[in-house]
């Protein structure tokens, strides 16, 4: 992977953030920051310009995440944010749609746009902040928090099996997934920046830490401990293959899960085509 | 060539006190007092890894490398 060439903090607050945006709202070492820093970071790297952009949120601690950017934006509602970006991708393809969600909200409120999204192939960039829990109503558990969890509506364990939602977004045929974590920043930016270029529907999940609500309930009350948390519970897609299915087990597999270059595939390259067709009446 | 460090300098105004940049400094540049201020206690030892400016959620902290 190229080496992410590290831009002053200083220089992306200045270029990316609205003024006053520190602090932000979020509760000390919530990831939602570490996710945004890397996304501002991926989008710096690749080079976007600020008027070719627009950053598409939903509901919940995430969905607060537009307010802080110097983007054109649009705050969706609960588990919409997908419809909206794919609206605004058809309307007009020039635009880059950063999609940035939480867990619950892509997962279960928006869990069908996104597989849609994903089966369409439409050249939006997913990416779903993972801390486990909906944060913001108070710590429910959601689709992707693990077995075993305690959430105020799991007091005494989550029974239900959660989603991985990188090879749900692979079954429905995305062409891009990817799984990063906070911890690692420098690769999250990667993984982040290769979604943006990818020609295709993108989706990238980032195993992120909310103290508050879901660490607290589960033995690892502090940031810096889910943060420790996920150095013992992640492994290197290469490392991945050399392990067996046990060892596997209850640890989240981090990289570039997919990657399928078809730019001709992409849906609005096929709608395009499809107007040209029905242009010459049907006969391209 | 070692890497030289010109500063670290920490937007108090903005630290949240998280701890995550004193917990994860390889280098243990980084003291939080007993209130949780964090302080840059042992500049001398940075190596300019970045870890701290990476991983500070609420983009406060800046680590100045002379070229
Ligand atoms: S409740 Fe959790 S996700 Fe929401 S701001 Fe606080 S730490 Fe972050
Ligand atoms: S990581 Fe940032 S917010 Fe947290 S203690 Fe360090 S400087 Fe403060
Ligand atoms: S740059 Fe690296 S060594 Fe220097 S203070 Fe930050 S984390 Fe520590």
């Known amino acids: 992977m190229a080496k992410v060439a590290i831009k002053k903090t200083s220089e992306i607050r200045a270029e990316y953030y609205r003024p006053n945006s520190f602090p932000t709202i979020w509760c000390p070492g919530c990831g939602i920051g570490n996710v945004v820093a890397s996304m501002v970071r991926a989008i710096d ?10 950053v598409v949120t939903g509901i919940g601690c995430s969905g607060i995440i537009y307010n802080y950017l110097n983007f054109d934006a649009y705050h969706g509602i ?8 794919v609206g605004l991708k058809l309307a007009n393809p020039r635009l880059n749609v950063i999609v940035p969600m939480g867990d619950g909200d892509s997962s279960a409120i928006g869990g069908n746009h996104l597989i849609h999204a ?3 192939n439409i050249d939006i960039t997913a990416i779903v902040v993972n801390n486990s829990t909906y944060g913001n109503t108070g710590g429910q558990f959601s689709p992707l928090t693990p077995t075993g969890s305690i959430t105020t509506t799991s007091p005494f364990g989550n029974i239900e099996n959660s989603f991985d939602l990188c090879e749900l977004a692979k079954g429905a045929g995305a062409t891009y997934v990817a799984r990063g974590a906070t911890y690692y920043s420098r690769q999250m930016i990667d993984l982040i920046a290769n979604g943006i270029r990818h020609k295709g529907f993108s989706l990238i999940e980032v195993i992120s830490q909310c103290p508050v609500q ?3 309930r589960n033995k690892l ?12 519970n992640t492994v290197s897609v290469t490392r991945a293959k050399t392990m067996s299915p046990e060892e596997l087990k209850g640890k989240f597999i981090i990289g570039e899960l997919v990657n399928i ?10 709608y395009e085509r499809l107007i040209e067709k029905a242009r010459s009446g049907g006969k391209s | 060539m070692p890497v030289k460090v010109c500063a670290v300098t920490i937007d108090q ?5 998280c701890g995550i940049c004193v ?17 840059v206690a042992y500049l001398e030892e940075c190596s300019g890894c970045l870890m701290c400016e990476l991983l500070c959620p609420e983009l406060a902290i800046n680590v100045d490398i002379a070229e």
């Open chain 1, 45 to 54: 790297t690749v080079g976007l310009k600020h008027d070719d952009t627009v």
């Open chain 1, 78 to 85: 609960h588990g919409r944010a997908i419809p909206v970006a």
């Open chain 1, 118 to 120: 994903a089966r369409r």
């Open chain 1, 214 to 216: 879901y660490g607290r």
């Open chain 1, 221 to 232: 009350p502090t940031a810096v401990d889910l943060l420790k948390w996920q150095k013992e």
């Open chain 1, 261 to 270: 270059e078809a730019p001709d595939q992409e849906y609005t390259a096929r």
């Open chain 2, 13 to 17: 105004a903005v630290c949240k006190q």
């Open chain 2, 23 to 39: 917990a994860f400094c390889p280098k243990d540049v980084l003291v939080a007092d007993k209130e949780g201020q964090v302080e």
